[in-house]
């Protein structure tokens, strides 16, 4: 089936650095969704991004579907970013599922 | 205010009990999901519905069963709950590519 790979499993970054998350898919995709969870929470939508760059707030979404890859690049990131985020898969075809990935788990410190 | 419900928030059962887990949403969204995260594992679907009494099988079904007979309520049914799906499970909702998430239901099974 369909499998997604994030890299890496954990960060911890000093307050003010920037944090690059990847994110890999073993299948073609429309779109890829990237969404955070505090610990012990729910998830929340952060980018949806069917391809090219996407840009929100602090957050870059950068999508290369025909590389089945993509990335969330955060940019000067504050203790509050800390946290899991998780990449999602919307395949390409038919009645398959979406896909999530096992996430990072990103740490700030100040 | 969008929002996914879930209850209850924590339930402890023992093996061989039947559990019962509710969602709600106000959004009238038409698709809903119900998911279980495992520490390493990211977040796999059980079920998806696409409306009232139209399901279908996740990547994860086995052990599981679902109800939808209103648009705003998906439940999640375990007949006689096993160990292995102590977990948390989330509901979410979606109308088009956005999937709205509930809080969470953590899950034990002794």
């Known amino acids: 089936g369909q499998q997604v790979q994030q890299s890496p499993a954990s960060l911890v970054l000093q307050e003010g650095e920037n944090a690059e998350l990847q994110c890999n898919f073993s299948?073609?995709?429309?779109?890829l969704q990237w969404f955070y969870q505090r610990p012990g929470g729910s998830l929340v939508s952060l980018l949806s991004?069917?391809?090219g760059t996407k840009h929100t707030g602090r957050l870059t979404s950068t999508t290369v579907t025909k590389e089945r890859r993509g990335s969330l690049h955060i940019s000067s990131s504050q203790i509050t970013d800390s946290g899991t985020y998780l990449c999602?898969?919307?395949?390409?075809?038919?009645?398959?599922?979406?896909?999530f990935g096992a996430g990072t788990k990103l740490t700030i410190k100040p | 205010d969008m929002k996914v419900t879930q209850m209850p928030r924590y339930l402890i059962k023992r093996m061989g009990e039947n559990v019962l887990l509710e969602c709600g949403q106000d959004?009238?969204?038409?698709?809903m999901y119900w998911y279980r995260q495992d520490p390493g594992l990211g977040l796999q679907l059980i079920y998806i519905s696409y409306d009232v009494d139209s399901n279908s099988e996740g990547d994860i079904p086995k052990g599981y069963r679902v109800s939808r007979k209103k648009r705003e309520h998906f439940s999640l049914i375990l007949d006689s709950a096993k160990t292995n799906q102590t977990s948390v499970y989330f509901c979410?909702?979606?109308?088009?590519?956005?999937?709205?998430f509930g809080p969470g239901t953590r899950l034990t099974v002794l």
């Open positions: 999602a898969m919307e395949p390409n075809y038919g009645n398959e599922k979406i896909t």
């Open positions: 991004n069917p391809s």
């Open positions: 979410a909702s979606s109308l088009g590519v956005e999937q709205y």
């Open positions: 959004m009238s969204h038409e698709t």
């Open positions: 299948s073609t995709a429309t779109r």
